[in-house]
Structure formats: structure tokens, C-alpha cells
């Protein structure tokens, strides 16, 4: 009899042939290393038996559709949250138009307190909010602060896998040196500083940093160090940088972030300990960014990030859009208003299933992630590149 | 037909008839044979919207994680199904 049942590692085999057939290269050969990259991000230190992802099987018990359900832990106030963020959907072509609807209103039915999303295609949204999910406008809004504008559209009109035909050469870097003398970002004060962020660093400021009465994400080591890990093993994106921001050597805020030389960096997460703080930050994050040779930096509107965003008069486009169910209305509430403290670290956007490069990375449970040595990269750029003549951009 | 099954079926040629007129892909003569999921009447999207429909008019909720969609070819056994899953709130 065909019907829906949890997942089970016997069939990640199966899981991940669907997905290459139907996200992928279109063949039935799971490209190396994608079944285990499935194991690894369902089977992490908080996944909960009564949240699994799920699969859609025939009466053969063949896999023809499936969804996967990554889940989080949260707190609201006192109270502890179990959010579950559904992945990867993919449904075969024998599945019919029942599959994905069927799979997807299992798992908003099920015992989470909050389900999320953070990478939903237009069906996707059009699916969820049928069935009684609501779209998060504010984090499906993108920020971009470009830093060399001539690479930059180059990099955004020709696709990756066409990499090779984007316009290089010297009127390129002559491009981008003119732009550079308005959009090179100021350096942050000397006294703001940037260290790497430990696993520990990450818990310890995310719970210092919760404020009361707003949904937020909880961390603890063991889930942090392996969140930390597989995102830094998605190097097609670019190097993970995790940096504790210090002002005086006490601190003032952190980021999260991609970056990509000659690429676009993408900001996980930019968060302060105060509003007054987050300045600061800021300019931190954008001046490393900078350095790393980032064409520009792109992330996501997070409500706190709403006032310096606006002032700065960054660019600002429809992204890929960050969704939301909850039974409870309050829940709902909280997150429509912006009473949220989650950002891309609590979702999947940053995962790298549909990439060209399998994400790989080593035992993820015992190793500190490896983190990308911002003053180090900084040295990649040429003198003219490091330092504009002048620098009125923010 | 039960009488359960005939709300539920007219619930569905009443749902197809709009939709195809909505959508351009009618009219189109529905009869019990015809396969209404695999036939590109509905897509996913519409799918749900029928399920939403048939679930407000009966005031109840549909198993779904228990539809067994082999068991589905034509119209006839779409509506016998739906009527299996029909949990009564």
C-alpha cells in the first residue's frame, strides 16, 4: 500500500537518486557524496524522532516524492520551541499532483510549534500558504551593498556554470577601481575590532543576546559546532567567516558570512549586543568583506537590521522567500510584527544540495569548524586594491 | 454511491468545471472514468484547493498522510478515497 512514512537511512540512497533526477543533473545517479551529505544535515544533534523528514512511497515501497525536515530548537520568553524547517522537496514524475501537497500538509500538521522555510520557490510559497503558512516579508526582502559594481553585474548576468565567458580584463578593473573611489566602505573606528568565533562564543552571545519576548534560536554546543561545520563545508558559496566584533575588547556583535572573492558574500547572520552597537558592526563586517575582495555583500532583512539598512540606502529586491505556519496565533503574531531574533543560522537557505559541489567536510561532531582567517585573505588583495584613495561609502 | 461519496463527487465535477473554465482547459466532458490526477486536469496547487473546498463544505479534515494514490485512476476512486479519509472534526 502506498502512503507517507518517516524517513529511514536505508532510504537516503533513494532519497538522493529522486533528488538528482528531479533537482540535479536529471539523471538517477546520485552525484558522490550527496547521499551523505543527506545523512549528515538529517541526522544532526537535534533531530527529533516525532519531527522526521518524510517520504511518499508506492506499493512497491518505492520512494516517488520526499521532504525533509530539518529542526531547530527556539525559546520564546521562558518557553522552549520546537521549529522544524522543511527542506528539500522534490516529487518524482509517477507521483502525480498529490505527492508534494500531501507530504507538505503532514508536516505543518505535525507536533512542531513553528514551522519554517527560508529558500521557498514561487510554488513552494503558493503551497504553503494554501495550506495556512504566511509569508515572513520582511527576511524575503534582500539587501545588497555593492562594493566593485562592474564585476558585480558581470558576475549576476552570466551564470556560474558560464563562468569562463564573464567579461575580465583591464576595463573591467579600470571599472572597478572608479567605482571603488565611492563605494570603497569607510574602516570601521580602530578600536573595533574583529576575532574568530568559537562554537562556545556563538552560544554564549546568542543567549546573552536574546531579547524578551522575541522568538529566537537556541543553541547549544554540540548542535553549534555542527551547524557551524556544514556551513563552512559549503565552499561554493565561499569561505565561512565567523568573527566576534570588539569594541575595546569587549563585545560588540558578531557576523556570519560568506565571502566569495570576485564573488557576492552572503551574510548568515549580523547581529549586536545593543541597537546603539550594531553600527559598528556593521561597518566591520562590510570593511572585512571588502578586503576579502567580495564584489558585494548580500543577506537578508532581518527586522533589527531594518534601521541601519534604510539609513545606509542599500539596495533592496525581492529574495527568495522566508515562510512561516504556526497553529498558535500568538507564535504568528510574534513573527509577522518582527518579534524574532531567527536569520539564515535557524533556516536552510545556506545548504548546498542543489549545488555543482557536494558539500564535504570532516567528522563535524569533534572538530571546531574551520573558519576563514579574514586578516589573512586580506593580504590576497594588491596594495591599490586594499586601500581606496577615497572612501565615502559606508 | 453512498451519499457521503455523491456530496463528495459533486463537490469535485463542481470544483473541475470551474477550474478548467478558470484556467482554459476545458470544457471537457468528466465522466467516472475519467483520471482526474494524472490527466493534467489539476496540478498540485489545484490539488489543494480542491481538498480545501471538499474539507470546508463537509467540516471535516482529510487524512493525507494516509492517501494511497496507486489506488487512484479515475474519478470513481478518487471519490471513494477521499470518503475513506475523512476524519470528522
Not at chain 1, 538517477?28 to 518524510?54: I, K, Q
Not at chain 1, 517520504?55 to 525559546?75: K, L, M, Q
Not at chain 1, 569562463?164 to 570603497?184: A, E, K, N, Y
Request: proline letters at 7%; glycine letters at 8%.
Amino acid at each position: 500500500m502506498s502512503g507517507i512514512r518517516p524517513v529511514t537511512d536505508a532510504d537516503l540512497p533513494a532519497v538522493a537518486a529522486l533528488y538528482e533526477r528531479v533537482s540535479r543533473s536529471g539523471t538517477g545517479s546520485p552525484a558522490p557524496g550527496l547521499v551523505e551529505y543527506f545523512a549528515r544535515t538529517l541526522n544532526h544533534p537535534m533531530a527529533d524522532d516525532e519531527l522526521p523528514s518524510l517520504v511518499y512511497v508506492n506499493a512497491d515501497d518505492e520512494i516517488v516524492a520526499f521532504i525533509a525536515s530539518h529542526v531547530r530548537r527556539g525559546r520564546v520568553g521562558g518557553r522552549s520551541l520546537r521549529i522544524r524547517c522543511t527542506g528539500q522537496l522534490v516529487s518524482g514524475p509517477n507521483a502525480g499532483p498529490i505527492a508534494g501537497p500531501a507530504l507538505l500538509r503532514t508536516v505543518l500538521a505535525g507536533p512542531q510549534d513553528l514551522a519554517i522555510t527560508d529558500g521557498a520557490t514561487p510554488l513552494v510559497v503558493d503551497m504553503w500558504t494554501r495550506l495556512g503558512g504566511h509569508i515572513h516579508y520582511g527576511a524575503s526582502t534582500v539587501w545588497n551593498r555593492p562594493f566593485r559594481p562592474v564585476r558585480e553585474a558581470g558576475n549576476r548576468l552570466v551564470p556560474d556554470r558560464y563562468r569562463s565567458f564573464r567579461p575580465t580584463g583591464r576595463i573591467i578593473d579600470l571599472g572597478d577601481r572608479l567605482g571603488r573611489r565611492w563605494l570603497g566602505p569607510n574602516p570601521p573606528p580602530p578600536n573595533v575590532n574583529a576575532q574568530p568565533m568559537t562554537t562556545t562564543d556563538l552560544v554564549e552571545a546568542t543567549r546573552d543576546a536574546a531579547r524578551t519576548g522575541r522568538v529566537a534560536l537556541d543553541l547549544d554546543a554540540p548542535f553549534a559546532r555542527w551547524l557551524l561545520n556544514e556551513i563552512a563545508a559549503v565552499t561554493e558559496r565561499g569561505d565561512m567567516t565567523a568573527n566576534r566584533v570588539l569594541r575595546d575588547g569587549r563585545l560588540i556583535g558578531w557576523y556570519i558570512a560568506y565571502f566569495k572573492s570576485g564573488g557576492t558574500g552572503q551574510v548568515l547572520e549580523i547581529r549586536s549586543t545593543s541597537p546603539e552597537n550594531l553600527d559598528d558592526v556593521l561597518s566591520r563586517l562590510l570593511h572585512d568583506a571588502y578586503r576579502a575582495g567580495v564584489t558585494a555583500l548580500q543577506g537578508r532583512m532581518d527586522p533589527w537590521l531594518f534601521p541601519i539598512i534604510r539609513r545606509r540606502r542599500f539596495i533592496l529586491r525581492a529574495g527568495e522567500a522566508a515562510l512561516f505556519h504556526s497553529n498558535e496565533p500568538e507564535l504568528s503574531r510574534l513573527i509577522a510584527c518582527g518579534e524574532t531574533d531567527l536569520s539564515r543560522l535557524g533556516g536552510e537557505w545556506w545548504m548546498g544540495h542543489h549545488l555543482e559541489s557536494i558539500p564535504v567536510t570532516a567528522d563535524p561532531s569533534d572538530t571546531e569548524p574551520p573558519n576563514a582567517d579574514t586578516a589573512a585573505v586580506s593580504q590576497v588583495l594588491p596594495d591599490s586594491e586594499s586601500k581606496p584613495k577615497r572612501a565615502n561609502g559606508h | 454511491m453512498t451519499p457521503s461519496q455523491l456530496r463528495i463527487k459533486n463537490l469535485i465535477l463542481q470544483f473541475l468545471d470551474q477550474h478548467m473554465r478558470q484556467t482554459g482547459t476545458g470544457p471537457r466532458e468528466l465522466t467516472d472514468d475519467i483520471d482526474v490526477l494524472h490527466s493534467g486536469i489539476i496540478d498540485s496547487l489545484a490539488f489543494i484547493d480542491l481538498l480545501l473546498r471538499v474539507e470546508a463544505e463537509l467540516g471535516s479534515s482529510l487524512a493525507l498522510d494516509q492517501i494511497d494514490f496507486e489506488r487512484i485512476s479515475n474519478l470513481k476512486e478518487l471519490v471513494e478515497m477521499l470518503d475513506q479519509l475523512m476524519v470528522t472534526t
